[in-house]
C-alpha cells in the first residue's frame, strides 16, 4: 500500500491518460534497485476521498484528467470528457450552448428545470452547482477534473444520486507565471486565453484568467441569415491565496462568464405542414423566425446567459492530523432566450424563455487522518432560488394568436450533516462506512394565464387580453433522508487490489415550476423523492512491471420513484384543439441499472502508448405507473447507451530539440434513446467519433504547437429533439407537425499555439 499523504500537506495535482504518458515515455522511472532506466507509468494522485492517494488505491470507480492531459488533447468543454470516460453522457441541452445535461449510470435527465436539480452533482472548485444554466463548463486554468460514478454524499457537498463530476481550478504559483494560448481553425473560430499569477508577498498571491471563445455557426438561419450553432463566450476568473502558514490557506475566487452565442434552433425532418416551407437540405440549418417576431418584444430575440461566482475556502491544519475547512460560495445566473419549436418563420409554436437562478451555499469539514484512521465530518446548507418565465405563443390556432404564459419560482432550503470513516484493519484490509442526514424544504409560487395575442404582458405585448388565470397557487413540503455507505477493500499486494461496497444516493422532491393544476391537480403536491441502492465491485490492478494499468469495476443499481420530467400538450379548455403544453414530473415506480466498466493505461515502449476505456449497461423499467396502468415494457432508460468503448494510440518522439506527440483516438456509442418513450426523429442510432492531434512541446516545455481535428470522418448525429409532430410523437401541439432535431459538431479542425512565462 502506498504511503499516506498528511493532511497538511497540499493537494496534488493528478496526471494521467496523454501527459502522464508523455512524461514517462520521455523520461522513464528510474529504479532505486537496480539504477537502470525503467519505463513505468507515473502515480495519479486524486482528492475523490478528501485526502491525496493514489488513485489505484481509491476503492471506487473514479476517473481524474489533469489539465496537462486536457492541455495536450486540446479539450474544450466538459462535454469532451464523454467520450473517453465510461458510462457518462455529457452534452448540451436542447436549444441551448451552455446548459448541461450530464447523465451516469443512467441517472441524469434531459429536460432542464428551474428548481429540478440534476442527478450528477458539478462542482467547481468544491462549490456545487445547483443548476445546469452555465454549467457546460469550457476547460481552461484547469489543475484537473474528476468524474465520481454512483451515488455520492458522504464526503462533500449535495447528496448526488448517480455521481459527481469535480472541476478543480490550477493554485497561484509563488512565482511570476503567465501564459497565453490562441487557436484559429474552422468556421472562423477564434479562441484566446491569457493566464497570470503574480506573489505579492511571500504568504499573498493573486492571479487572474480572460478567455474568449468565438467560432461562426456550423448552419445557417434561412430565414434571418444569422448563424446556427455559433459561439460567442466571454469570460474571465480572478483569485487571491493568502498563506500567513504552512497550516492556514485561504483562497478565495470571482468567475464571470457571458454568453451572447446565436439561439439554437433545431433542423426539421418534415416540411411545414401549414405552411409548406420545405426540411433544409443541411441538419444544422433552420428557417427559425421567434427571434425576429413581435412575440417576443419583451426581449427583443435575445439569446443570452450571464453566470458569476464567488468563493471563499479556509484550510486551517489544526495539527498533523486535523484540519477544519470552511467553503462558502454565491452564485447566480440569468437566462434569455427564445425557443423556436416549430423551426418555422411563422409563429405556430414559439417560446420566449427566462430563467433566473441564485444560489448561497455553506459548508464545514473537519478531516482527522492518521496512519490508520481516515475521518471526514461535514455539515452543508444550501439556499437556493430558481426562477423560470415562458410564453407558449401559438400563432396560428386562433385570430390574433393564442399565448399561454407561465411564472414560476421554487425555493430550497437544505441542510445536511455527513460523515465518512475509513479504519485499515490490516496493512491490506481496510473498512470505510458513512452516512448522510438531510432536510429539504421546498416552496413554490406558480402562476398561469391565458392570452389572447402573441405573447403576453410579461414579454412585453400589453394589448394580449387575458382569458383565464388557469393556475395560481403556492406550496411547500419537506423531505427528509438518511443515506448510508459501506466499502470493504483488500489489497492482494502492492499492484493490485480488490473491494466491494453500497452506498445509497437520495435526491429530494419538488414542484414542477410550469404545473398547472388544472391539467394535473396533483402538480400541488409536489413530486416524490427518488432513492438509488447501489452495489459495486471493482479490481484495481498495476501490471507489466508498472507499465500497464487496468481497472474494472461491476455495478447493480435499485432506482426507486426515478423523477421524469417532460412536457405534454393540453386541451385547457375543452374544445378538443391542444392550446398549450404544460411539464410534467413522473415518479417511475422501479428501475434496474447494471453494468461493467473498464479503463487502462497502457505504456508499450518509450514512445508507444494506449488509453482504453469501455462500459456495457442493462437499464430497464421495471414498474412505470401512468394512471394506475404499468407501461413498464413501453419505455425505456433515457440517454443511456448500452455500450461505449474508446480507444487512444499515442507515439512520441524528439523533434527540434522538443517532443512531438502524435495521437489518434475513436470513441464509439451504441444506441440511444432520448425519452422514455421511442421516437424515430428524434433516437440516435449507434455511431462513433475519430479524433487526431498532433502536438510539439519545446524541451523546457514553454512552448506548445498542436494541431487538432476533431469528428474526423464527419459523422452526423443526434442530441436531443423536441416531439410535438403528428409523427411518433407523444402529443402534438401546433399545426407545422412540429418535430426539431439538434446535432453534435460536424468535423471540426484548429491550431493552437501557447507560451508559458516562467
Not at 499573498?204 to 430565414?223: I, P
Not at 454568453?259 to 420545405?278: E, I, K, M, N
Not at 450571464?306 to 486551517?316: K, R
Not at 413498464?632 to 507515439?651: C, K
Request: net charge negative.
Amino acid at each position: 500500500m502506498s504511503t499516506r499523504t498528511p493532511a497538511r500537506k497540499p493537494l496534488i495535482a493528478a496526471t494521467t491518460f496523454a501527459s502522464l504518458l508523455l512524461s514517462a515515455a520521455a523520461s522513464p522511472l528510474v529504479s532505486a534497485q537496480s539504477g537502470e532506466p525503467t519505463l513505468a507509468l507515473e502515480e495519479v494522485l486524486v482528492t475523490a476521498r478528501r485526502r491525496a492517494e493514489n488513485l489505484q488505491d481509491v476503492p471506487i470507480a473514479v476517473t481524474s484528467l489533469s489539465g496537462d492531459a486536457l492541455r495536450l488533447a486540446g479539450s474544450q468543454d466538459i462535454t469532451e470528457l464523454a467520450q473517453s470516460v465510461p458510462s457518462v453522457t455529457l452534452e448540451p441541452s436542447r436549444a441551448t450552448n451552455t446548459t448541461l445535461t450530464a447523465f451516469i449510470r443512467g441517472v441524469g435527465q434531459q429536460d432542464p428545470l428551474a428548481g429540478f436539480e440534476q442527478g450528477v452533482a458539478l462542482y467547481l472548485d468544491d462549490v456545487y452547482l445547483a443548476r445546469p444554466q452555465g454549467a457546460l463548463l469550457d476547460i481552461y486554468d484547469v489543475e484537473r477534473i474528476e468524474v465520481l460514478r454512483g451515488p455520492q454524499g458522504t464526503l462533500y457537498g449535495r447528496n448526488a444520486v448517480g455521481g459527481a463530476i469535480k472541476y478543480v481550478t490550477r493554485r497561484l504559483s509563488d512565482e511570476v507565471e503567465a501564459s497565453l494560448r490562441a487557436s484559429y481553425g474552422t468556421y472562423n473560430q477564434a479562441d484566446l486565453v491569457g493566464t497570470v499569477s503574480v506573489p505579492v508577498s511571500d504568504s499573498f498571491r493573486v492571479g487572474a484568467t480572460v478567455a474568449s471563445f468565438n467560432r461562426d455557426g456550423f448552419g445557417d438561419n434561412l430565414f434571418t441569415g444569422g448563424e446556427q450553432y455559433d459561439k460567442d463566450i466571454f469570460g474571465y476568473r480572478l483569485s487571491a491565496e493568502w498563506e500567513p502558514s504552512e497550516d492556514f490557506l485561504v483562497r478565495v475566487s470571482y468567475d464571470n462568464t457571458d454568453d451572447q452565442s446565436s439561439a439554437v434552433a433545431g433542423w426539421r425532418p418534415y416540411p411545414g405542414a401549414f405552411s409548406g416551407t420545405p426540411s433544409p437540405s443541411d441538419v444544422f440549418d433552420t428557417n427559425a423566425g421567434a427571434s425576429v417576431l413581435p412575440s417576443t418584444a419583451g426581449i427583443n430575440g435575445n439569446n443570452q446567459v450571464e453566470s458569476e461566482g464567488w468563493s471563499a475556502s479556509i484550510d486551517w491544519n489544526l495539527s498533523d492530523t486535523m484540519t477544519l475547512r470552511s467553503i462558502t460560495a454565491g452564485r447566480e445566473d440569468l437566462t434569455e432566450s427564445v425557443i423556436d419549436f416549430d423551426s418555422l418563420a411563422t409563429p405556430d409554436f414559439d417560446a420566449p424563455v427566462i430563467y433566473d437562478n441564485e444560489q448561497f451555499s455553506q459548508e464545514f469539514q473537519l478531516l482527522w487522518n492518521t496512519d490508520r484512521w481516515n475521518l471526514v465530518l461535514g455539515y452543508y446548507y444550501l439556499d437556493a432560488e430558481a426562477a423560470n418565465d415562458f410564453d407558449v405563443v401559438l400563432g396560428l390556432l386562433a385570430p390574433g394568436g393564442l399565448t399561454a404564459y407561465t411564472g414560476g419560482v421554487v425555493e430550497t432550503e437544505s441542510w445536511s450533516v455527513f460523515g465518512d470513516l475509513t479504519y485499515e484493519l490490516t496493512d491490506r484490509w481496510s473498512l470505510s462506512v458513512g452516512g448522510r442526514y438531510t432536510e429539504d424544504e421546498r416552496t413554490a409560487d406558480i402562476f398561469r394565464g391565458t392570452y389572447l395575442g402573441t405573447g403576453s404582458p410579461f414579454f412585453g405585448n400589453d394589448s394580449a387580453i387575458l382569458l383565464a388565470a388557469t393556475s395560481d397557487y403556492e406550496a411547500q413540503r419537506t423531505y427528509y433522508d438518511f443515506s448510508p455507505r459501506a466499502n470493504l477493500s483488500y489489497a492482494l499486494n502492492e499492484d493490485v487490489t480488490v473491494y466491494g461496497g453500497y452506498s445509497q444516493g437520495w435526491k429530494a422532491g419538488s414542484f414542477d415550476p410550469r404545473g398547472a393544476n388544472f391539467a394535473t391537480p396533483a402538480v400541488e403536491e409536489g413530486f416524490d423523492p427518488e432513492e438509488l441502492d447501489s452495489w459495486e465491485l471493482g479490481l484495481k490492478s498495476t501490471w507489466w512491471d508498472g507499465r500497464a494499468i487496468t481497472n474494472v469495476a461491476l455495478f447493480y443499481s435499485d432506482y426507486q420513484d426515478m423523477q421524469i420530467p417532460g412536457s405534454v400538450a393540453v386541451d385547457s379548455d375543452g374544445d378538443g384543439i391542444n392550446d398549450s403544453f404544460v411539464g410534467t414530473v413522473t415518479n417511475a415506480g422501479q428501475s434496474e441499472i447494471s453494468g461493467i466498466e473498464i479503463e487502462g493505461n497502457l505504456l508499450f515502449t518509450e514512445h508507444w502508448s494506449m488509453q482504453f476505456s469501455a462500459s456495457l449497461l442493462d437499464a430497464s423499467f421495471k414498474e412505470y405507473l401512468v394512471g394506475g396502468v404499468d407501461v413498464s415494457n413501453d419505455r425505456d432508460i433515457q440517454n443511456t447507451p448500452e455500450e461505449m468503448a474508446f480507444v487512444g494510440l499515442s507515439y512520441n518522439t524528439d523533434l527540434a530539440g522538443g517532443i512531438l506527440l502524435i495521437n489518434a483516438n475513436y470513441a464509439y456509442k451504441g444506441d440511444v434513446q432520448q425519452f422514455e418513450i421511442a421516437a424515430e426523429d428524434l433516437d440516435q442510432e449507434a455511431y462513433g467519433l475519430l479524433n487526431a492531434s498532433l502536438v510539439w512541446t519545446s524541451g523546457n516545455e514553454n512552448w506548445l504547437v498542436g494541431l487538432y481535428g476533431k469528428n474526423l470522418t464527419d459523422e452526423e448525429y443526434r442530441t436531443a429533439g423536441y416531439c410535438f409532430g403528428t409523427s411518433g410523437c407523444p402529443s402534438s401541439l401546433g399545426l407545422e407537425n412540429n418535430t426539431t432535431v439538434f446535432f453534435g459538431p460536424p468535423t471540426t479542425g484548429y491550431l493552437t499555439v501557447e507560451y508559458r512565462f516562467q
